[in-house]
C-alpha cells in the first residue's frame, strides 16, 4: 500500500453557509450546468500539495501548527465559470490580507517542502460545480454571504466507489 496521500490546506465552510450555499445553488443553476459539489466537500482551497509522503505530512504539519496569524472574515461576492476545468467557483471581490498571508504562507511552505505549486496567482475560490464545460450563464451576484474564517486544515483527497471525499486530517485555530 502507498504512504502517500493526496493533501491540501483549505478553509471549511460551516455546516449553515454549505446549507445556505447549496439551496442557492439548486435555484440559481439549471441540473444540466454542472455537477454539484456535495455540501460538505465545499471548502476554499489555500495550498494544494499533491501526493505527499508520510515524512513530508509530518513536516508540514508541524510546519503548519507553527503559524500565527489572526482570523479574517470575506463576503462570498463573486461567482465565475473557468470553462477548461469546468468549474463554477464562489469567490470574493475583495480576498482580505489575512487570507493572501495564510495562503502565501503555506503554499511556500509547500513549495520549500517539494511539493510543486502552480505558477499561476493564487485565486481563492470554492467550487460549485464540476463538468461545467459548456458556456454558463453566471447570475449577476449572489446572496453576498459573510465568511469567518477562525481556523484551517489539513484534508486529504479520497476517491472510493467513484466519489471524492474530502476528509479532514487536522486543523489549527487562527488567532484573535
Ligand atoms: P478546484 O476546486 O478548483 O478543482 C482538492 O482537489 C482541492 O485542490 C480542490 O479545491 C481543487 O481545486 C484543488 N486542486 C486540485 N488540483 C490542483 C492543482 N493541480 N493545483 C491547484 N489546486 C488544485
Redesign the pocket.
Known sequence: MSSSR?L?F?LTLPDALQQQVIRWRAEAFAPEVGRP?AAANL???L??L?DVSAQKESALKKLAGRISQPGFSMVLDDLGH?PR?G?V?LGTRRAPRGLLQLAELLRSQAARSGC???P?PFHP???LL?SATQPVAVPPATPGWNFSADEFAL?Q?VFENGR?R?QMLDQWSLTH
Open positions: 493526496r491540501f483549505a459539489v471548502h476554499l482551497t495550498a494544494f499533491g473557468w476545468p468549474v467557483w510543486y505549486q502552480s499561476m475560490h470554492i467550487t464540476r484534508y483527497s471524492t474530502y
